[in-house]
């Protein structure tokens, strides 16, 4: 192959490129140009190397090898690429970041929405045609990723782009044939009955029922009555027989929630059903066959339970046989822009409405920690619909607490998953957490219903925040 003029890339400095790089990297344009997507490549200060020359297309004719020698910056704006960007603090720590949105502009050019990939350049410098490269970032237009609804990041009605999320869903495509138990953790509204359904659908029982019962939620004779089922004239009120959850269960799924709250008799009786698969309705002795698939939920750490004595050992170990932990939101923010736009997609299909989010808009919350997670972002969704007044959501129609909180340390995900402070050290997640929860506090004026409502945690979940973070109003405490 030789190289005719629209292949020939401009020099960066002195050096121009040998002929062999310059065909390797066209090859690359491309292909990439084939599937869509424009790329970028920056050497180590973050300036541009090579611009596909798909960015003539989307800019603007020439665009492509104006940019070369050009500071990543001036293309997508230095709140993303300026010196404490987050997506060049992530490069320089060696984290890839996916799905983050940006608008493509230079100046006296079109602007468009995109929809970005940052990743550094894995290689020895003598493995790659130009040892310069030191990052890539490609783009691909925002509206094109938003028709894309059948992506591998979605997985029926739940979104996962985060690597974390993905090995979940993986993990959950394996399980299709097994009947083993299931115990799914995390923090509350991180999205663990959308994994039970997502395990449930994709199960042989998918055209049987998905029952759920709330352990919590019932005092412990009821609740017994609730999963068994009761023979008319058991206890005073039982005019009739009734049906159980087990047994309306039969050929579907039991998604036994908040398990840590199961009162110890009734978690003698669980075992046996796991143990045997037998139990008996209330007030009758005839044993009966239970056959639901069982999975459990919990959003404390049954750890602890197990230490305290408040959770018999031999029943955990039963229900955990494939253990999954769905982490919380704020260690997997590249879930946060595809989850906003799913949900707000939620909210303006029922309204019958268009809307979308600003860049700044999705700054905002891709900077904010989500002590209530995808529940809390669902809110928020639902509020910046409420109150936008034009079809782009801006900052000023998000929740204060998202609009006020402090975004001086830019949390990253590390693989294990804790939060990772660019400059200062480690910190605390439950710091972070604290902070959030004190910002909706007195944005709500202490109202605990009301904070509950916006961080989108239940009063009893804030409550219980409230205490293990210690914290009280000023004048309480
Ligand atoms: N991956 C996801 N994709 C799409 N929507 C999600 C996802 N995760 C959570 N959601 C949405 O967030 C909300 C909370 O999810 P879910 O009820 O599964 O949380 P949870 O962990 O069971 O919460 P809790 O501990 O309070 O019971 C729901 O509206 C759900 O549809
Ligand atoms: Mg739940």
Redesign the pocket.
Same mark, same amino acid.
């Given at each position: 192959m030789s190289l005719s003029s629209e292949m020939v890339c401009p020099p960066v400095g002195d050096q121009p490129l040998s002929e062999a790089t310059q065909i390797a990297l066209y090859g690359v344009t491309r292909v990439l140009a084939s599937v869509g997507r424009a790329f970028v490549c920056l050497d180590s200060d973050f300036r541009i190397v090579h611009a596909s020359y798909l960015l003539d297309d989307l800019l603007g004719k020439g665009i492509s090898r104006a940019l070369v020698g050009r500071g990543i910056e001036e293309l997508l704006g230095a709140d993303l690429f300026g010196a404490r960007g987050p997506l060049r603090e992530a490069l320089v720590a060696g984290h890839r970041r996916e799905g983050w949105r940006a608008t493509l502009q230079l100046k006296d050019t079109v602007s468009r929405l995109v929809s970005i990939t940052a990743a550094p350049v894995v290689h020895e410098p003598s493995d790659i045609c130009d040892p310069r490269m030191r990052f890539v970032v490609l783009l691909r237009p925002a509206e094109e990723e938003e028709s894309c609804s059948n992506s591998p990041a979605f997985?029926s009605? @739940?979104?996962?782009c985060s690597p974390a999320?993905q090995r979940i869903f993986r993990l959950v495509e394996t399980l299709q044939h097994s009947e083993a138990a299931v115990l799914?953790s995390?923090?509350?509204? $991180?999205?663990?009955? #959308? #994994? @039970? +359904?997502a395990i449930h659908q994709s199960s042989p029982r998918s055209s049987g029922p998905f029952i759920g019962v709330?352990c919590g939620a019932l005092p412990g004779d009821l609740l017994e009555s609730e999963l068994f089922g009761h023979i008319r004239g058991a206890f005073t009120g039982a005019v009739r027989d009734r049906v159980g959850r087990f047994e309306l269960a039969s050929h579907g799924t039991l998604f036994l929630?908040?398990i840590g709250d199961l009162p110890p008799l009734l978690q003698v009786k669980l075992l046996r059903v796991l143990q045997e698969r037998q139990y008996e309705r209330v007030g009758e002795s005839v044993p009966r066959t239970a056959r639901a698939r069982i999975i459990a @939920?919990t959003?404390v750490d049954l750890r602890i339970a197990l230490r305290q004595g408040r959770l018999r050992e031999d029943l955990y170990y039963r229900l955990c046989v494939v253990p999954i932990e #769905?982490p919380p939101l704020r260690d997997r923010r590249e879930?946060i822009p595809p989850?906003a736009s799913?949900?707000l997609n +939620?909210v303006t299909c029922q309204h019958g409405l268009i809307r979308r989010m600003s860049p700044q808009a999705m700054r905002l919350l891709l900077e904010y920690s989500w002590p209530g997670? #995808? +529940?809390e972002? @669902?809110n928020v969704m639902e509020y910046a619909v409420a109150v936008a007044k034009i079809e782009t959501i801006l900052p000023e129609d998000l929740p204060a607490e998202i609009r006020l909180s402090t975004p001086a340390p830019k949390p990253f995900a590390t693989e294990r998953g804790a939060l990772r402070l660019p400059d200062s050290g480690q910190q605390e997640p439950r710091t972070v957490e604290a902070d959030r929860l004190l910002s909706a506090l007195e944005t709500h004026r202490w109202s605990r219903s009301e904070a509950a409502r916006a961080l989108?945690?239940?009063r009893s $979940?804030l409550w219980r925040k409230m205490r293990e973070l210690h914290l009280t109003e000023k004048s309480e405490g």
């Open positions: 997985y009605d @739940a979104i996962a999320m799914i995390g923090e509350s509204g $991180t999205g663990k009955e #959308v #994994v @039970a +359904r709330n929630d908040e @939920a959003n #769905v879930d989850l799913h949900l +939620r997670n #995808v +529940r972002l @669902a989108g945690l239940s $979940t």
